[in-house]
């Protein structure tokens, strides 16, 4: 079976990139943000991105806190898809 090389650092940065690139002026996570996660694995959602519908095999919805460029504090979400079938 085909293994896939681990790395952390990588994995790291994805973590930076997908909390800086919110349209929101600031946003953190919540303490038990694991426990509020809401899963979708139905399979077949489409999504529709950048001109063209996309398979996703698995979804999820994660809590955020943020602040927009007024200053107000709100909760958002998250919404992260797997495209493709993958299982």
Known sequence: MAKIARDPKAE???????????????????KDWEDQIQKDETRYLQWYFRGANHQVGKAFRIPVDVIDEHGHKYKEHILIGYEGAGY
Do not use: A, D, S, Y
């Open 12 to 30: 790291c940065r994805l973590g930076e990139v997908i909390c800086t690139q919110g349209p929101w002026k600031e946003m953190c996570l919540e």
